[in-house]
């Protein structure tokens, strides 16, 4: 009988045929290298606890189908896409409030409107969000008449 070995790293295969004390043997000095390689997974060990700058970037929206989930099915999973720092909505809806445009109520129609004047383009769900954000954080005022819509405000100053 002959001895066989293939080993497909991408894919994470390791194929040893050949008599019981050839396998064990190989087996034996090839399985605490490949754990500790991390041999078959889809990151390496120290690619997992930090991601790259390009990954944030790029990650819009983008689906990882995660094999080792324990119980046999491939889980999906969406990342979502981080702003960089001060270009988010809230970002500029604080620099709006530091120019005075709270000082009187606003909705969030009128937030859209002042922020394209501004250049920026936002629709009313995210100015929503980062108005609940602003408002949660202690940043913005908001009240609400009635059934309406919450205005957003800032008297504090």
């Known amino acids: ?13 390791v194929e040893i045929e050949g008599e019981k004390d050839f396998v064990e043997g190989l ?20 690619e997992e606890s930090a991601p790259r700058q390009s990954d944030i970037e ?16 491939a889980r999906v999973k969406r990342k979502r896409s981080i702003a960089p720092k001060g270009h988010s909505c809230a970002d500029r809806m604080l620099a709006l409030k530091g120019e005075g445009f ?8 009128e937030i859209v409107t002042g922020l394209a004047a501004k250049g920026f383009t936002h629709k009313a769900n995210q100015v929503a969000a980062a108005g609940e954000s602003l408002f949660k954080r202690n940043l913005l005022q908001r009240t609400k008449d009635g059934n309406g819509p919450f205005q957003y405000y800032w008297d504090r100053d």
């Open 1 to 13: 009988m002959t001895n066989r070995v293939h080993i497909d790293a991408p894919a994470g295969v």
């Open 27 to 46: 087996l034996a000095k090839l399985f605490p290298l490949l754990e500790e390689a991390g041999f078959g997974s889809r990151l390496a060990r120290n």
């Open 58 to 73: 790029g990650a819009a929206d983008e689906e990882i189908i995660e094999e080792n989930s324990g119980n046999g099915k």
């Open 102 to 109: 709270f000082k009187e109520k606003r909705g969030t129609g």
